[in-house]
């Protein structure tokens, strides 16, 4: 079982910086590729962004590239979502997942609670 806990949401405006945290339980945690997915109010989760287990390797969504960097510390089993120039659009519920596999749908092995993320305009 892994638990995964995020942290580092919050209110900014537009134009502004946050940056996501992502700490895992895994004794393992090198065996799971770290995903972020967002959820905003009304629409379906879509996936954001994943990095390999190595961390040489970041997928993004179109949306979100060039503007968001995901990263990883494997000796603090703890995955990042660095985000720069947040848009109003970029608001949403960020979920970190958790899965042996690179997944862009909803379907990780694990699941974090979520932290908000708004941007004002």
């Known amino acids: 079982q892994v638990q995964l806990v995020e942290s580092g949401g919050g209110l900014v405006q537009a134009g502004g910086s946050l940056r996501l945290s992502c700490v895992a339980s895994?004794?393992?945690?090198?065996?799971?590729?770290i995903h972020w997915f967002r959820q905003a109010p009304g629409k379906e989760r879509e996936f954001v962004a994943a990095i390999s287990w190595s961390g040489t390797t970041a997928y993004y969504a179109d949306s979100v590239k060039g503007r968001f960097t995901i990263s990883r510390d494997n000796i603090k089993n703890t995955g990042y979502l660095q985000m720069n120039g947040l848009k109003p659009e970029d608001t949403a519920v960020y979920y970190c997942a958790a899965s042996v596999k690179l997944s862009y749908e909803n379907d990780s092995d694990y699941w974090g609670r979520g932290t908000q993320v708004t941007v004002s305009s």
């Open positions: 895994a004794r393992f945690f090198t065996s799971y590729i």
